[in-house]
């Protein structure tokens, strides 16, 4: 599947390397184009404020995603893993929309400039992101929360992909690196891992994603004690809550 400057998506016979559809209806350059999961639709985002999605077999529009109030590109677009949403990446922020009505269902602000890369976890419970602002994101798919900034890229971000296991992501910039960043864990992961500890066993990354005293004490080796698998950690002397 390719996306082109012509305002058209055209999809290739990866052997043979005939051309199989062309998808036409965007008004400006295309900037994504890619399957779903099932290979039945494709998504195209494009420079004319839209994302549409497409039936791959008749090559008919389906859905037409955009912000009337708003004229913002789309710069990325893609399906979570299940297909049921697509994130797309514009010139100001990142969007969630169901794949199925083509309703926005959030908008999740952070980047400070344009978002050239979207892409799910292989569970669809984390969405990344990558921007010209240098830096990538990880969010929460399901709440849109931030979950992590990661930084050190100094220049654009054009790429970004999961591992499979969905513990690592890789990222691409044009300052000519590529580099791959060990993911924070999900919060129930840590949970239920503090469940099968003492405290003595919690190393010092353990302690600062629990929001806890770098050095264990009596409240807190009593806290750790109490953890169990599948519960929700609540520290009301920080205000903060996991789970």
């Not at 992590?148 to 969905?166: E, K």
């Not at 990222?171 to 580099?179: E, F, I, L, Q, Y």
């Not at 919060?187 to 600062?208: H, N, T, Y």
Request: charged share 20%; hydrophobic share 40%; aromatic share 8%.
């Amino acid at each position: 599947m390719t996306g082109s400057d012509d305002r058209t998506a055209r999809e290739w016979d990866a052997r043979s390397g005939a051309q199989i559809m062309v998808f036409k209806g965007h008004k400006n350059r295309l900037s994504s184009a890619t399957f779903s999961p099932d290979g039945t639709r494709v998504v195209t985002g494009a420079w004319d404020n839209s994302a549409r999605v497409w039936d791959a077999r008749s090559g008919a529009q389906i859905l037409l995603l955009t912000v009337p109030t708003l004229a913002v590109a789309v710069t990325a677009a893609a399906f979570s893993p299940d297909g049921s949403r697509i994130a797309t990446g514009s010139l100001d922020l990142v969007r969630l929309w169901d794949a199925n009505s083509g309703t926005m269902v959030r908008s999740m602000p952070g980047h400070s400039s344009a978002i050239a890369a979207v892409a799910f976890s292989p569970d669809g419970s984390r969405l990344a992101s990558g921007s010209w602002d240098a830096t990538a994101r990880l969010w929460d798919a399901d709440n849109g929360a931030q979950i992590a900034i990661l930084r050190g890229h100094f220049g654009w971000v054009n790429t970004v992909a999961f591992s499979p296991d969905g513990t690592r992501l890789v990222t691409a910039s044009n300052d000519g690196t590529t580099r791959i960043w060990e993911l924070p864990p999900r919060c129930q992961e840590l949970i239920d891992s503090a469940g099968k500890r003492s405290s003595r066993q919690f190393s010092a990354l353990d302690r600062a994603h629990f929001f806890l005293d770098p050095e264990p004490s009596g409240w807190v080796d009593s806290l750790y004690a109490r953890i169990r698998p599948g519960m929700a950690l609540v520290l009301p002397q920080v205000g903060d809550r996991c789970g």
